[in-house]
Nanobody, 114 residues
């Protein structure tokens, strides 16, 4: 499985961005998909994930602002980010999990200016 993330960029505080992650391979529909982020000097943290059945989980810091969704036909997971804050600045990584296997995308930079 290969994951290709896109959609990052520079945005002002209060703005929005939509990240996309396209997966290759056969197992996307049964995979737990998620978005993680890593800010400079900090550990990588879970932002949101979504199960194969569509159940979602969010970090407290993004609840009410970010929405994760998936399109199993297009093998794509999305992260809609609204009301962005400077503290959301980080490299965002797409993640896929199936059984004991984990897959990572290449990361996309999100920078929020104040």
């Amino acid at each position: 499985v290969q994951l290709q993330a896109s959609g990052g960029g520079l945005v002002q505080a209060g703005g929005s961005l939509r990240l996309s992650c396209v997966a290759s391979g056969r197992f996307f529909s049964i995979m737990l998909m998620g978005w993680y982020r890593q800010a400079p000097g900090k550990q990588r943290e879970l932002v949101a994930d979504i199960t194969s059945s569509g159940r979602t989980k969010y970090a407290d810091s993004v609840k009410g602002r970010f929405t994760i969704s998936r399109d199993n036909v297009q093998s794509t997971v999305y992260l809609q980010m609204n009301n962005l804050k400077p503290e959301d600045t980080a490299v965002y990584y797409c993640n896929g999990q199936r059984a004991s296997q984990q897959y990572w995308g290449q990361g996309t930079q999100v920078t929020v200016s104040s």
